[in-house]
């Protein structure tokens, strides 16, 4: 039995599928097949059953599957407690950015943290709060950025730092010639929203919760905020963005930009990790590269 064998067999069982876990692992469907079959013979019991599409573990497979997740993560354990050992940041951090972050911090802080950090492979991707919560759970993602507040109890989240919100408004809105608008001044009928799976479009609603019901001409969502203001530009619509996003609005734009009056809250930026987590050095090597770019408040 090796490491390489049980990290094949939960990689079929997270992607439920040969084929998918192969290219996951970068190794030959004949490589990886035969590996867990070699296991297989090991133990004499069938992991997986083959039948099922997808492939699902089998009841011997579920025990060891799940033995064999806590037994990676120790080998990782040992790995990265001797680098930190010998001052080393090495290694590979999979990491998860919810999407009303990525466009807007990303660039901030990878050519710092390449630069600092030249022996880490970083593996980023963009995906929704309750995907990154379900990789996370299966061990698929070492952390991720996301909005704090937004994961189970089993999942720790570290504050980063604090992202207002504002009011991005159409010039033909009553509300264009204020200075700065209220909360509740906002007409749900007009306001523009991310669509559901996003935790902003959540966090806005709870904002605007005593008019959430109400009816409007058209009903427009997207999963892109450049898309919502391009369509607040075009319309008599606003919509509410994060602060991190207001670096991004051409100059011709600004005025369309409204900061909501005081009272009105913001969402706070978070690391999250699983309570189990081990890639400790790494996790900390990029919580200074994101802080070395934002203010932290």
């Known amino acids: ?6 990290e094949y067999l939960v990689a079929v069982a997270n992607c439920g599928s040969f084929s998918l876990a192969s ?27 083959r039948s099922k599409k997808p492939v699902i573990p089998t009841e ?11 037994t990676i993560r120790s080998y990782n354990y040992i790995k990265e407690s001797v680098s930190e050992l010998k001052s080393e940041i090495a290694g590979t951090l999979r990491l998860a950015v919810i999407p009303t972050v990525a466009p807007y911090l990303l660039h901030r802080f990878i050519p710092d943290f390449v630069k600092r950090y030249p022996r880490v492979e970083l593996q980023i991707k963009e995906m929704v709060t309750s995907d990154i919560v379900a990789a996370l759970d299966r061990d698929a993602l070492d952390a991720a950025i996301l909005a704090g507040g937004t994961c189970p109890d089993h999942i720790i989240e570290e504050e980063l730092f604090n992202d207002r919100f504002y009011v991005y408004v159409s010039v033909n809105h009553p509300l264009y010639e204020r200075a700065n608008i209220r909360i509740e001044d906002i ?16 966090q806005i609603l709870e904002l605007c919760q005593a008019r959430r019901r109400a009816s409007a001409p058209y009903v427009f ?9 391009r369509i607040v530009d075009h319309t008599s619509a606003l919509t509410i963005i994060p ?9 011709q734009n600004r005025d369309q930009l409204k900061p909501l009056a005081k009272g009105a809250t913001s969402r706070k930026i978070a690391i999250a990790v699983r309570r189990t987590y081990v890639k400790r050095s790494l996790i900390e090597a990029l919580k200074s590269s994101i802080l070395s770019v934002v203010p932290r408040t």
């Open 187 to 202: 007409d749900v009928k007009s306001l523009l929203l991310l669509s559901e799976g996003h935790c902003l479009r959540d």
């Open 60 to 70: 011997a497979g579920a025990i060891v599957i799940r033995n064999a997740k806590e």
């Open 243 to 251: 602060e991190m996003a207001t670096d991004f609005i051409p100059s």
């Open 221 to 229: 969502e997207s999963g892109s905020l450049e898309t919502l203001m």
């Open 23 to 49: 290219e996951k692992c970068f190794v030959t469907q004949p490589s990886l097949s035969m590996q867990v079959k070699n296991l297989e013979e090991e133990l004499g019991v069938i992991l997986l059953d």
């Open 1 to 6: 039995m090796t490491i390489t064998q049980l």
